[in-house]
């Protein structure tokens, strides 16, 4: 369970947003939609640990993530996975190199096991056979969909991703909601930032809930059917 | 999966071209540090050149026996800073005259030999000191068989200053090497950070510490720097040992093979890959910061 208490932001000599609770649960996939600028990535980064709020305190799992225990706080970020809006530009990176960096974090995977375990997220996200390519050389969907596929490598408990399914595009977010909820369904915690939210998403999920300039939506776990598994 | 992922030989995992190119590159450079370090250990600069070329000379009375001069040669050879006292009677003496100075057989048919025997004091190459010189010039001056004792002292503190010198500036040139290439060396450590720089912001925003990843690195860097350097000095004294037995003039110079295989060659190996060890390390931890304030 992560939780947000009284979140204030202070940018640019004015308040960003003050006063904010949020509340997200494990086993779920959470959807946070707010305009251009409204702070979306930075509120992603607070709930990562990444950074300081000027205001409040984010607690995890009872422990706050900014007064408490450092090396809980350290465990936690250790255990997010987190896809950023401005993915990967090193000219000189392959997907191999990215995958080879995620194990760096994680190290419960073995040499043997890598390519074959990448090789099947790399499929998943619709990008398969992509080990030997450039970053630079990819379209802005398949970096994303790549980040999300080395992210998934570590098997994150929590999963940050910002703006992933507005880059993504199109014929990728039935397949973005199917992995979300299968995610959320084992256990984790998805906490997608977006500008909008796609229809059938907001159909399924109801009418969301409005912190400051956000809005909160929970993805319904169980399939448009109603069926779980 | 774990959560505290292990850092340890974390450059070798990031790239390990640039690392094996670096590393092949770092032991050949310790061979030939190794090889200069065994030389200039064995040799201490130029002190076993300058024990080599100094030797006080006992000149004996005329009627001295051959057996009371032998003694008294093993006598001066028991003094500790003595390598070699040698006996030359006035026969002996007669050939090296004629030999130094060919010519001069005439001299010897007015009335026979006119060299005395002498006894040929060589030291050894830790202990030609002056205060040692003395000790030995005072112990053989006061023998009443022996006649004149030529030590050279009048010129004996400028030739051991200038020992003294050769030294110093040997252990320079030496140590100005080594500095130079371990600020190679912290250059290559910041051009890596700086390469890896996308891969540690990405270990940091998962919450491991920049000082961590600092403390791995400086770590690997030490222990690899420690076993290069050990690796490379044993290469090079190996070059060394098969050097000095082939080559007997080189092994007048630097001394025995034999030498290399003394305890304390050995522990000056030791001290001296722990050395380059906290080098490295120091190399890592200032490349890795230098590399991090650059970036700001």
């Not at chain 2, 201490?44 to 009375?61: E, H, K, M, P, S």
């Not at chain 2, 003395?134 to 009048?154: F, K, P, T």
Request: aromatic share 10%.
């Amino acid at each position: 369970m992560i939780e947000a208490f009284r979140l204030g932001v202070f940018s640019r000599g004015a308040t960003l947003w003050d006063g904010l609770d949020f509340a997200f649960g494990d086993a779920a996939a959470w959807v946070v939609v707010g305009p251009p600028s409204s702070g979306k990535t930075l509120l992603l980064s607070i709930l990562r640990g990444d950074r300081r709020p000027d205001a409040g305190d984010v607690v995890v799992s009872g422990e706050s993530l900014f007064r408490g225990n450092a090396a809980l706080a350290r465990s936690y970020r250790a255990s997010c996975g987190h896809v950023p809006e401005q993915t990967v530009t090193d000219a000189r990176l392959t997907v191999g190199d990215l995958f080879r960096r995620s194990a760096l974090v994680g190290f419960g995977v073995r040499e043997s096991e890598r390519k074959d375990r990448s090789d099947r997220l790399l499929a998943m996200v619709g990008v398969p056979g992509a080990w030997e390519w450039r970053i630079v050389e990819m379209s802005t969907s398949e970096r994303v969909r790549t980040c999300l596929a080395t992210e998934l490598f570590r098997g994150p408990k929590v999963l940050f991703c910002d703006g992933a399914v507005a880059a993504a595009g199109m014929p990728y977010r039935e397949m973005l909601w199917g992995l979300f909820r299968a995610l959320a369904r084992e256990g984790n915690t998805v906490v997608l930032a977006e500008r909008t939210i796609p229809e059938d998403w907001a159909v399924a999920s109801g009418a969301g809930l409005p912190v400051g300039p956000f809005r909160v939506y929970r993805l319904p776990v169980s399939d448009s059917k109603g069926n779980l598994g | 999966m774990s959560e505290t992922p292990s850092l340890w030989w974390i450059d070798w995992r990031l790239s390990r071209g640039t690392l094996a190119r670096e590393t092949i590159w770092r032991f050949l450079c310790f061979c030939l540090f190794g090889f200069a370090l065994l030389s200039l250990l064995l040799s201490g600069g130029a002190n076993r050149f300058l024990a080599d070329r100094y030797a006080i000379t006992a000149v004996l009375q005329a009627d001295v026996p051959s057996a009371e001069a032998e003694g008294l040669a093993r006598k001066v050879a028991a003094l500790p800073p003595v390598r070699s006292a040698v006996y030359r009677d006035p026969e002996a003496a007669w050939k090296e005259f004629l030999k130094a100075y060919p010519g001069l057989e005439p001299l010897r048919a007015a009335g026979g030999n006119p060299l005395p025997g002498y006894i040929e004091v060589r030291f050894r190459h830790d202990r030609l000191t002056e205060g040692d010189v003395d000790l030995v010039a005072s112990a053989l001056r006061s023998v009443s068989r022996v006649d004149q004792v030529l030590a050279g002292e009048e010129w004996l503190p400028r030739f051991l200053r200038a020992g003294r010198y050769a030294s110093w500036a040997c252990w320079g040139l030496f140590g100005a090497i080594l500095a130079g290439f371990f600020l190679v060396g912290r250059l290559q450590e910041r051009g890596r950070a700086v390469a890896f720089a996308g891969d540690f912001s990405f270990l940091a925003e998962r919450g491991i510490p920049a000082g961590r990843l600092a403390l791995s690195r400086a770590a690997g860097a030490a222990v690899s720097g420690f076993l290069l350097a050990a690796a490379g000095a044993a290469a090079g004294g190996g070059a060394l040992f098969l050097l000095l037995g082939k080559l007997p003039l080189l092994a007048r110079m630097i001394g025995p093979p034999s030498d290399l295989l003394l305890p304390r060659t050995v522990a000056s190996v030791v001290l001296f890959s722990c050395c380059a060890a906290l080098l490295s390390a120091a190399s890592s931890l200032l490349g890795g910061r230098a590399a991090r304030s650059g970036r700001k």
